[in-house]
């Protein structure tokens, strides 16, 4: 465990446990927005009891989320400062966007609707909640252009051994932002239409507020079905773009040690990692070029092949990722993916018609699917990350060339300790408190029970 291994490990612990709470917060939000919407148009109290119970489940998120995001920006200049110098003032601009504009305007305005509901008339204050939803998805667009140049440098000039940005234009049309973009708010979408589902199946099961949990499984059900749909779609646009951009990621994505034309597509890889060689595989013939280029030919350029490229390129080095990770990450993604779509028809046709309050086996289904878009989201981003290794800005810088040199190994093994255990506490502590409130359900009168005032909602982020 060297200084680069400690800090790439305290950065991957950071940001798989933020990354637990975005995409609930990018998809619940508007789908809180939404069920006011319908409450201000029919002026039905069911769906202001909707809005209230699934706002209080996005504040106790929304919060956790906040408090695990901040400590990510500290460590670009703690534990890498190197890479800070070097892509700062490229970096620092959608960063400083997404601070000063999208988390601003998503803050200020959940405030005012938390504290806005005695307060505002039902049509100003259901637009305080499109602002929070339109704030959080648009803070997410600008971490993904940093994210994206990571990925994809555009726009940029070398000067004096530092990156500098020439092209703003280039920076926020980057082709890979616009293929990661989608596919991210999709998943933030179909997480929040699960999380729903899930919970609303434990009280149909249970038969309680049938009106409630009935009408938020139906919403959540289309949305659902949409959403998984559309995660296929742009995840599949984002496939193609990577056998482009990073065709390293998608060789070892696919255990594909030599060029195919037309390319394999691998069911099941065996593999010995410390000879980099396959043991034994299971392949279909011509589905990765088919996947790759919308035809039954083409060539998709093997990890081997890669090698010698890159290296003739960019000068001697080990430019192969961690292809286990890479190829089971894509996989655990794949998988949960399908398992999401499978489910998500199943739930549209409960919903349509009438029998989500009858079937008990299913329900129980449903609510241990909760955890499936989390299993998906995580495993994308590893994939997503780990598949650039060994750059950490592709193409001009790699991993050990951004590295803090100057902070002592113990002080990062420490922080490392520290964070793993106040993350994993924090991990408990939030779903500790959605179960609770999730349990307990909507009160059955409205009016004596379930008017959460500002202090409820206050004690909730505080907590």
């Not at 449903?366 to 998906?376: E, G, H, S, T, W």
């Not at 750059?391 to 990062?412: A, E, K, N, Q």
Request: proline share 3%; aromatic share 14%; charged share 15%.
């Amino acid at each position: 465990m060297d200084l680069l291994m400690l800090s790439r490990l305290q950065f991957a612990i950071v940001t798989v446990y933020h990354f637990c709470f975005v995409p609930l917060t990018l998809g619940l939000s508007v789908m809180v927005a939404l069920m006011e919407t319908i409450y201000v148009i029919t002026n039905q109290e069911v769906y202001k009891q909707m809005t209230k119970f699934w706002g209080k489940l996005f504040l106790i998120n929304f919060a956790m989320g906040v408090v695990t995001g901040i400590v990510q920006e500290f460590q670009f200049g703690m534990n890498w400062s190197e890479f800070s110098r070097y892509v700062g003032d490229i970096f620092g601009a959608p960063l400083a966007i997404e601070a000063l504009l999208a988390f601003f305007l998503e803050s200020v305005f959940l405030g005012v609707w938390i504290f806005g509901w005695d307060k505002l008339s039902k049509g100003l204050h259901a637009a305080t909640i499109w602002l929070v939803a339109i704030g959080a998805n648009i803070s997410a667009f600008w971490i993904l252009v940093a994210n994206s140049f990571m990925q994809q440098p555009v726009g940029y000039a070398i000067q004096e051994g530092r990156l500098v940005l020439e092209d703003f234009g280039a920076l926020i049309s980057n082709p890979n932002l616009w293929v990661q973009f989608p596919h991210t708010i999709s998943a933030g979408f179909t997480t929040a239409a699960f999380f729903i589902m899930g919970i609303s199946a434990y009280h149909l099961m249970r038969k309680h507020n049938l009106d409630v949990f009935q009408r938020s499984f139906k919403i959540a059900a289309i949305i659902g079905t949409i959403s998984i749909m559309l995660v296929g779609f742009f995840g599949h646009s984002q496939a193609q773009h990577i056998v482009e951009s990073q065709p390293m990621k998608m060789a070892a994505a696919e255990a594909l040690w030599t060029t195919e034309d037309p390319a394999s597509f691998s069911l099941l890889t065996i593999g010995d990692l410390s000879q980099r060689k396959e043991l034994f595989s299971i392949r279909l013939p011509r589905l990765l070029s088919l996947l790759a280029y919308n035809q039954l030919e083409g060539e998709v350029k093997g990890i081997f092949n890669l090698q010698e490229e890159f290296t003739q390129l960019y000068g001697p080095g080990d430019y192969i990722p961690p292809i286990a990770v890479v190829y089971w990450s894509f996989r655990i993604m794949a998988g949960a993916g399908t398992l999401l779509l499978l489910l998500a028809f199943v739930g549209l046709f409960m919903a349509m018609t009438g029998v989500s309050e009858t079937r008990s086996i299913i329900h129980k289904i449903f609510m241990l699917a909760i955890l499936l878009p989390y299993i998906a989201n995580s495993a994308g981003w590893i994939m997503t990350e780990v598949g650039r290794v060994p750059w950490i800005v592709y193409g001009l810088m790699i991993l050990r060339d951004g590295v803090s040199i100057t902070v002592p190994i113990g002080f990062v093994a420490t922080s490392l300790i520290m964070y793993t255990i106040t993350y994993a506490a924090l991990m408990v502590a939030d779903i500790y408190l959605l179960a609770k409130f999730a349990k307990a359900g909507v009160p059955e009168s409205d009016e004596d029970k379930t008017d959460t005032s500002a202090e409820d909602n206050l004690s909730l982020v505080g907590a």
